[in-house]
């Protein structure tokens, strides 16, 4: 189901976001498909189309994330939240391996979400292979 987002709520997001999908920093250029727009909430579940609760996310975080709110840590088994990038800093609760390719989950949240949103799949990582070997370093949260 589409919606429409006001162009003055979708440059607000692209400032926000670093034109980047919050989840697993990657951009459009990186997946060569336009970043979409996030429900954090989901609409299914009462959430707003307003911008404290939607955000620019990668097609395939969004697709994964479809309406999830919680996910299960795979180290504690617990239910968790999953991250929330407009309340939650991405730098606690994620970083990049060594090669700049895989990203690791710092606390529950953030490998729970890493899991439910398949944020290591096939796919992004052959991309990030690609862009890596031409000099391209991973954004995180403070670029």
């Known amino acids: 189901m589409s919606f429409y987002v006001p162009v ?3 440059q607000q997001l692209e400032t926000a976001d670093g034109r980047l999908c919050v989840y697993c920093r990657t951009s459009a250029d990186n997946t060569g498909q336009a970043l979409t727009i996030d ?11 307003e911008f404290g609760n939607i955000c620019l ?8 994330k479809s309406d999830q709110v919680l996910a299960v840590d795979p180290l504690t088994g617990e239910s968790v939240a999953l991250f929330h990038p407009r309340q939650d800093r991405w730098l606690e609760h994620f970083r990049w391996d060594e090669t700049g390719i895989h990203l690791l989950g ?20 052959t991309a990030r292979q690609r862009w890596v070997s031409v000099g391209w370093h991973p954004p995180d949260e403070s670029t």
């Open 39 to 49: 429900h954090i909430w989901p609409r299914s579940q009462g959430g707003q189309s």
């Open 106 to 125: 710092l606390t529950p949240t953030g490998r729970a979400t890493i899991v439910a949103l398949n944020m290591n799949n096939e796919v992004v990582v």
């Open 57 to 64: 996310a990668c097609r395939q975080c969004n697709e994964f």
């Open 8 to 10: 003055e709520l979708r």
